[in-house]
């Protein structure tokens, strides 16, 4: 069965970086596009960065950008995200998603399987 989980994330002062990765399994990883989102405290989820089947399309949101690099392996059957320049506003849970339907980009919560999640803390 599909399982993506998501590891790097953990407790960074302000100005500092962590790569995220997320490790996929039980499907054919270079058929679907990947998402990561986030879930700040008391917030809803926010989308966060979109990478496409073999990685040459990128969206992301415009907080991040400049920031944050999304990219992947598909030879590793993983999902990573690079965060640099972090502040206070990117503490959040941070979720990978895939798409259920290959070769395509909903962008819709229900039509995404999601992981486990990290979390991610910016603090002094």
């Known amino acids: 069965q599909v399982q993506l989980v998501e590891s790097g994330g953990g407790l960074v002062q302000p100005g500092g970086s962590l790569r995220l990765s997320c490790a996929a399994s039980g499907f054919t990883f270079n058929s679907y596009w990947m998402y990561w989102v986030r879930q700040a405290p008391g917030k809803g989820l926010e989308w966060v960065s979109i990478i496409n089947t073999n990685g040459d399309y990128t969206w992301y949101t415009d907080s991040v950008k400049g920031r944050f690099t999304i990219s992947r392996d598909n030879a590793k059957n993983t999902l990573y995200l690079q965060m640099n320049s972090l502040t206070s506003e990117d503490t959040a849970v941070y979720y990978c998603?895939?798409?259920?339907?290959?070769?395509?980009?909903?962008?819709?919560?229900?039509?995404?399987?999601w992981g486990q999640g990290t979390q991610v803390t910016v603090s002094s």
């Open positions: 998603g895939k798409e259920k339907t290959a070769h395509t980009m909903s962008r819709r919560y229900e039509h995404i399987d």
